[in-house]
C-alpha cells in the first residue's frame, strides 16, 4: 500500500473534482464527494510510478473520463484492448481510488483532474 507520507521522496498524484458527484452518477455511494476534494496518492520513485500507472492505465482513464460511466467489457472493447488486461488495469486503478464504480458495476472516473508532481528539491 502507498502512504502520503512517502510525499517527500519526490513523486505525488493529486486528483481533483471541482463538481460535486451526486448519488444518482453513485448510487452505491452515501455520501457526496465535497468540492475541490483531493487525493493524494504517493511513489517512492519514477520507477514506482510508471509501473503503477502505465501508459494503457493513463489511456483508459482518459478514454472513461471522455465517455463515461460504461462495462469493462464495453470499455476493453471500445480500446481494443484484452478484457483480463482491462479488468486487471480497472482494478489496480480501483486500488489507488482512480475510477469507482457505479451500483449496477460501471466503471467512471469521478474527478475533472488527476496531477502529477514531481519535487525536485526532494531529490537532494
Known sequence: MLHP???EHGFMIATRTASVIHSSVCPARR??????????LSFSDSAQLFRELTPARLALLEHLKKDGPQSIYALAKQLGRNYSNVHADVRKLMEHHLIDKTEDQQVFVPWDDVEIHLSLSAAE
Open 31 to 40: 455520501h457526496r464527494i465535497s468540492m475541490d476534494r483531493f487525493a493524494p
Open 5 to 7: 507520507s512517502m510525499i
